[in-house]
């Protein structure tokens, strides 16, 4: 179990926002419990100095591309690129140090998984360098997969079978559990038990990691190789529950 860092980014500067609040209507602002005044750049620096690889920098809508360049530059091959990431733009931020992309929205449609899209994507750019993100939100009793910064439901949950079928299209899985995005509430634990029945392909898990003892239980649930990222509650982004030292230290 790693920890893997994040750089999330709205509006061309490093945030972390309550992912449900996230909207493309103009002049919706989302909730935000951190702006950062330092640079991407920064914090990719930050990262390549611990060597924390495989983190993700993330594009939380349009006008991050410098932003995002300006990350990736500072630590090529050792970040992830998600965020409108389809299969015109991939090549491009795989070239700009992109150790690979990370990919949602582009491959559903009507709901589904477009498998014709997920392969030609595949064949551009090699599985190696692709991670499927199946961020999800829970209802009823099952974790359906969302897309269009989460806003949009597809008809997809998130299995065993699903992640053993989609395992020879990409290298990792980066699973966000949505309702707890930037609340700081506490895991989701049935997802993440969810996710740990599964032996396969790396799996990052995000979302409501507030302490050591949600870490812990990540731990447990997911059986040891389940990697997670957090965000609002870490030091280094404003929080005052959880040492960005002490994860790298002991996590890294």
Known sequence: MKFRPCI????GVVKQIVGSTLRDEKGDT???NFAASKPPQWYADLYRQDQLNGGHVIQLGKGNEAAAMAALGAWPGGLQLGGGVDIDNAARWLDAGASAVIV???VFRNGFIDFERLKKLVAAIGAHRLVLDLSCRRKEDAYFIVTDRWQTYTREKVTR???EKLSRYCSE???HGVDVEGKCSGIEGPLV???GQWEGAPITYAGGIRSLADIDRIKVLGGGHIDFTVGS???LFG???LSYRMLADRYG
């Open 8 to 11: 999330d980014i709205h509006d």
């Open 30 to 32: 989302p909730v935000t």
């Open 104 to 106: 949602t929205s582009w």
């Open 193 to 195: 038990q969810l996710l």
């Open 239 to 241: 929080g005052s529950l």
């Open 161 to 163: 079978h699903l992640l």
């Open 233 to 235: 509650a870490l030091d």
């Open 173 to 175: 899985y980066l699973v």
